[in-house]
């Protein structure tokens, strides 16, 4: 396992990204000791932080992983977030972190993060912060970070900020056109989820009709489906052309999909850490064993070249479910 810096912390260049422990419409049926067994295993293979947040599920996949981590705490870095939905006023962030320090059976939380910005809120971000500053002199924060704020949104904070988590993948790149450049100019942690874009990128799928409808949200997707909310008319032939011109790249590489979908996030410059979900203990150690054998360079080459339409036609709108940007 290979460890960046995010921030101040040292972190292991996968980290486990835990939404999938919900289940629900989105991810279907998980069986709790599988994920606790996910857990361990990815633990035991030097993963060292693990994310989830309070919004996975309405705190179900917090209280799974607090009983993955019973006596296991101190040997990992615990990444949560709040949802701005929930927050009313400021002192309601204080409520949300002591019901997420429950689930998880600790007393702090390593990286505590925003999940979105404020965009409907009474309350200015400082004020918030406000709260979250004496939450970090209390020890129940350790740090704090954001997630799909872009510079704009930074520029509203008055905390130090150690990291962004942001959407990146072959199959959405808007945050190159701005943000990762700004990221890597201010020495900001990037945090990375949807490598696999929810598992457009697992090789499973050649068609929008063979795609979960509980994951048809995002802007690739038209907005016929009833999960969508961004109001645009969707990519989705030009996503499933680029899905079959990537897996063409990989299967003459003698490579699988997802490890294309991985290592092109990984062989980026400026990423801290490439959040990764996993149905199961046989996907975790198939996505860990990417990490690692680098890909070649030609092939990232040739896997960046395939998806510049793709890029070009989504645009720099990093929100991936709104076409009215909560990015800014």
């Known amino acids: 396992m290979h460890y960046n810096t995010l921030g101040p912390l040292e972190v292991s260049c996968f980290t486990l990204g835990t939404w999938s422990f919900a289940g629900g419409g989105i991810w279907g049926d998980r069986e709790k000791k599988e994920s606790v067994r996910m857990v361990h295993a990815a633990m035991?293979?030097?993963?060292?932080?693990?994310?989830?947040?309070?919004?996975?599920?309405?705190?179900?996949?917090e209280s799974v992983l607090g009983e993955a981590l019973e006596r296991r705490r101190d040997k990992v870095l615990l990444a949560s977030k709040?949802?701005?939905?929930?927050?009313s006023r400021p002192e309601d962030i204080r409520t949300v972190l002591e019901e997420s320090l429950k689930r998880l059976r600790t007393d702090y939380i390593d990286l505590y993060q925003q999940h979105w910005p404020f965009t409907d809120a009474s309350f200015t971000q400082a004020e918030a912060e406000g709260v979250i500053?004496?939450?970090?002199?209390?020890g129940k924060i350790r740090h704090f970070g954001v997630c799909n704020f872009g510079p704009a949104n930074l520029a509203e904070s008055s905390l130090p900020v150690i990291s962004d988590q942001i959407g990146y993948s072959l199959l959405f790149r808007a945050i190159e056109f701005e943000m990762l450049p700004f990221l890597r100019e201010k020495k900001l942690g990037v945090l990375t989820y949807s490598a696999l874009m929810q598992g457009l990128l697992s090789g499973r799928y050649s068609s929008p009709e063979e795609f979960p409808v509980g994951r048809k949200r995002t802007r690739h997707f038209s907005t016929e489906n009833p999960n969508a909310r961004h109001g645009e008319a969707g990519h989705e032939e030009l996503v499933f052309r680029t899905i079959a011109a990537l897996k063409k790249i990989a299967d003459e590489a003698g490579l699988s999909l997802p490890h294309c979908g991985i290592g092109w996030v990984l062989a980026q410059p400026g990423i801290s850490s490439v959040i990764i979900g996993s149905?199961?203990?046989?996907?975790?150690?198939?996505?860990l064993r990417y990490v690692e054998e680098?890909?070649?360079a030609d092939v990232v080459d040739?896997?960046?070249?395939e998806s510049q339409e793709l890029k070009n036609a989504m645009g720099p709108n990093a929100d991936l479910w709104q076409g009215d940007s909560r990015i800014r």
């Open 44 to 61: 035991d293979k030097g993963i060292n932080l693990i994310d989830t947040a309070e919004g996975y599920g309405d705190g179900v996949s």
């Open 82 to 87: 709040f949802m701005p939905q929930r927050i």
């Open 133 to 138: 500053s004496r939450l970090l002199e209390e």
């Open 279 to 287: 149905g199961n203990e046989k996907q975790l150690a198939d996505n």
């Open 294 to 296: 680098d890909l070649p």
């Open 302 to 305: 040739r896997l960046t070249r």
